[in-house]
């Protein structure tokens, strides 16, 4: 219906969200929601200069393009708006790109009123994955879900086209409330006729968790606790397809609709999250904010956050004083500084900034109670050094030791048992263990938990896993099937077929994936019908996603695993195509063509890729392995000779060349 259908019965929470960030995270470009200075201004990066300019109306940058030549583009949606903007333009085959060079929207007193770039690398190839221009950084995948209503991506894989389309561009009402036209007509009706029928009032979900509860404080220990437990997670997950990090598996999500339906979040892992939870790549806020003890004592997303408006509840510590008593907290015997410092300040401790996109700096949402003694055992960040900065971080877990009196705690526990598992200490495995296993753990600890124990093929992991496999938390599910992918076939085949008819579509494909090269093997009917609903999920989730390579490639592979050869050759075949760099496309495709006695057309496919990227060491390497195959030993040298260089004497690609030259007649 699109978010102006609501405005006549909701005028206030509609006036609320008109002002919002949601309502501007994607706008058509005009005079009044373009915030950038396209005033024919350049501006110089990396020796290329970009000018922004105006024609009319309509409003264009000159910059450098996947050609490497400067191209005029014109500018048809605007990104965002706070404290940054970008800017998308339209390429061929449907797709819209965002361009990496953004108006930073704070004032020029705080640095802003300037352009500035998303990239700092020297300008890349047109075959480059991380080009401005290419695959990798495509709005039809990477940003739409999120920055339109109702979007359905509609990819065409023979054609390598979309037909993206959505209501309305922003976080419109039924981005939050689903589909409108039902509850519009049911608004229309008598009101003796409403009070009737449809007691749902024709909404697809009622966000309705936070609806008559009170906080209180427990007298027992001062904290506050809930009226009525939250037993659900509806409005979290309403929220979550947008602030989590996550592989999104199938069109048709709709808010009220289970998350692991339709959408694979992403874990406590390393390279994503600091060993204690702390984000560390641009993770936004949902695997942050289940790990917390907000989240645990049944806080949710609008119990700080107003949704229409997006404005905090309160201003500054004053959202934080709506639960926790300011008697208690609000007090330097609780925060250890001056009150009117920015020491004070609840967010500045327990929800520490950190920076991406250049400017953007981001909350941390675990909640977490600053804990400098674990940079000193562990390395990882606290937040006493965003203003102790020139002061050890020995000093502060000092100082906090001093004042409290005693050591901090918090609500991670798992921190150093996933450290030390990073580490790779003798028993990691068995510390990774006892969190997966301990009920007082998060659930997004116990997942994260079991992922890191994938492929150990421990038999108490198994049997862990095996457990969870029952669990209630649909994630720790999830994860738990990884944690079996690595047993014995026997084992993973009887382990892993209940999970076939799991209730949610990530846990099932998972599943599937993990008994692809067993699937003859099931011998229970039902259990057989299971894994092809399966599998057929799975399938579909990779199609839905073919316009990346790693998903092509992961068809590709249950392809082989099946027997059905030439269907994973047309995936890998497609896939290296179109992502050159995608190294597992390319081998995997030269060496099922080796495989099949075809190791002219393998080495073919290889030099393809070469010729677009012939950077890529790997490339080189594996064109050598194949020039030895053919008895070609001095061009297979002169290829590894190539990868060694490129890749500046890497181990694995010295040890081809050192086996290739001692094959030579020469050495011999």
């Known amino acids: 219906m699109g978010s102006a259908s609501c405005m006549g019965c909701h005028r206030e929470a509609y006036d609320g969200w008109r002002g919002s960030q949601h309502a501007a995270a994607m706008q058509p470009a005009n005079e009044s929601t373009v915030l950038g200075d396209f005033r024919d201004q350049a501006f ?39 404290p940054l903007q970008q800017y998308l333009v339209p390429f061929p085959g449907g797709r819209l790109q965002p361009l990496p060079l953004a108006w930073d929207t704070r004032p020029a007193a705080q640095g802003g009123a300037r352009w500035f770039t998303l990239d700092h690398v020297a300008p890349l190839g047109a075959e480059d994955d991380g080009h401005w221009s290419g695959r990798g950084l495509n709005w039809n995948y990477m940003c739409a879900d999120c920055h339109a209503t109702a979007v359905r991506k509609r990819y065409a894989a023979d054609r390598d086209t979309f037909a993206t389309a959505f209501v309305e561009p922003g976080v419109g009402c039924e981005s939050c409330h689903g589909p409108g036209a039902a509850h519009v007509a049911w608004g229309k009706w008598p009101a003796w006729l409403r009070a009737t029928l449809r007691r749902d009032k024709g909404l697809a979900v009622r966000l309705r968790e936070r609806a008559g509860v009170q906080w209180r404080v427990d007298p027992r220990n001062g904290l506050p606790v809930r009226s009525v437990a939250r037993r659900t997670s509806v409005e979290i997950e309403t929220c979550a397809p947008c602030h989590a990090r996550r592989v999104h598996m199938a069109d048709g999500w709709v808010a009220g609709k289970a998350l692991l339906d339709y959408y694979d979040p992403e874990v406590l892992v390393p390279g994503l999250y600091f060993a204690d939870g702390q984000q560390r790549d641009e993770v936004y806020d949902h695997g942050s904010f289940l790990q917390s003890r907000m989240f645990a004592a049944g806080v949710t997303c609008a119990d700080c956050h107003e949704p229409h408006s997006q404005k905090l509840r309160a201003p500054g510590r004053q959202v934080c004083l709506q639960c926790h008593a300011a008697a208690r907290y609000d007090t330097t015997a609780h925060h250890g500084h001056a009150r009117s ?84 200490v003798v028993d990691g495995v068995a510390r ?237």
């Open 44 to 82: 110089t990066e990396d020796g290329t200069t970009s000018r922004f300019f105006r024609r009319g109306e309509r409003f264009f940058v000159n910059t450098i393009g996947p050609d490497g030549a400067l191209h005029d583009y014109e500018v048809v949606y605007t990104f965002g708006v706070h």
């Open 341 to 424: 410092g920015e020491g004070s300040d609840c967010a500045a401790c327990h929800m520490p900034v950190t920076t991406y996109l250049e400017i953007d700096g981001r909350h941390d949402h675990s909640i977490r109670i600053p804990r400098p003694d674990r940079t000193v055992a562990l390395g990882v960040p606290n937040a006493c050094a965003t203003c102790h900065a020139d002061k050890p971080a020995t000093w502060a877990a000092s100082a906090v030791a001093n004042w409290r009196g005693r050591g901090a705690t918090g609500n991670q526990p798992f921190a150093e048992s996933f450290a030390a598992a990073e580490r790779g």
């Open 432 to 668: 990774l263990l006892a969190v997966a296993n301990d009920q007082g753990e998060s659930a997004v600890a116990r997942a994260s938990a079991f992922a890191r124990l994938a492929n150990t093929g421990d038999s108490a992991v198994l049997v862990a896993a095996a457990r969870a496999l029952r669990d209630r938390e649909p994630l720790v599910r999830r994860w738990a099937v990884e944690a079996i992918g690595g047993a014995p076939d026997g084992l993973r085949l009887q382990l892993l077929t209940p999970a076939l008819s799991d209730s949610v579509r990530a846990v099932r494909q998972r599943a599937a994936w993990h008994l692809a090269r067993l699937a003859g093997r099931i011998a229970d009917a039902p259990a057989r019908r299971a894994f092809e609903r399966a599998a057929a999920e799975f399938v579909a989730s990779q199609r839905y996603n073919a316009d990346r390579a790693d998903h092509r490639v992961a068809l590709g592979v249950f392809f082989l695993a099946r027997g059905d050869t030439s269907s994973a050759l047309a995936e890998f075949g497609a896939a290296a195509r179109q992502w050159p760099r995608q190294l597992d496309a390319v081998l995997n495709l030269a060496g099922v063509l080796s495989l099949q006695g075809r190791e002219r057309d393998g080495e073919a496919a290889l030099r393809d890729a070469i010729a677009r990227v012939p950077d890529v060491p790997g490339l080189h390497d594996a064109l050598a392995q194949s020039l030895a195959r053919q008895q070609r030993l001095a061009e297979a040298i002169a290829e590894s000779e190539r990868a060694v260089q490129l890749s500046d004497g890497e181990a694995a690609f010295r040890r081809t060349l050192d086996a290739l030259r001692r094959a030579t007649p020469q050495h011999r």
